[in-house]
């Protein structure tokens, strides 16, 4: 069974950067798209970053892009999300997703029969 455990996360000044680590604690191995979505107080979860099973694709969601870039191991599912140029809006909880289907690319379309972990805040000041 899937564990995800994100880490990582922290208070930071607007302008600072970030790396956030998704590991899965069970150890499997799984070729399956991964991505990060976060979630500020009273707003919806919202897609940050995906990338595809093999590495070869990934997606940003518009307002990271430039900022943001996500990366994976190449056996295990371990999964990076490099933050720089942090802003006071990046602010809010960040999950780690493993999709279930098998061979997925970065633009699946994550939903919650995948695997999730629990989170890891992200709290950037101005």
């Known amino acids: 069974q899937v564990q995800l455990v994100e880490s990582g996360g922290g208070l930071v000044q607007a302008g600072d950067s970030l790396m956030l680590t998704c590991q899965d604690s069970q150890g499997t191995s799984r070729s399956s798209a991964m991505g990060w979505f976060r979630q500020a107080p009273g707003k919806e979860r919202e897609f940050v970053a995906s990338?595809?099973?093999?590495?070869?694709?990934?997606r940003l969601a518009e307002s990271v892009e430039g900022r943001f870039t996500i990366s994976r191991s190449g056996n295990k599912n371990t999964l990076w999300l490099r933050m720089d140029n942090l802003k006071p809006e990046d602010t809010g909880l960040y999950y780690c997703?493993?999709?279930?289907?098998?061979?997925?690319?970065?633009?699946?379309?994550?939903?919650?029969?995948?695997?999730w972990g629990q989170g890891t805040q992200v709290t950037v000041s101005s």
């Open positions: 997703v493993l999709a279930r289907a098998t061979y997925s690319r970065s633009d699946y379309a994550f939903s919650s029969q995948d695997f």
């Open positions: 990338i595809s099973w093999n590495r070869v694709s990934t």
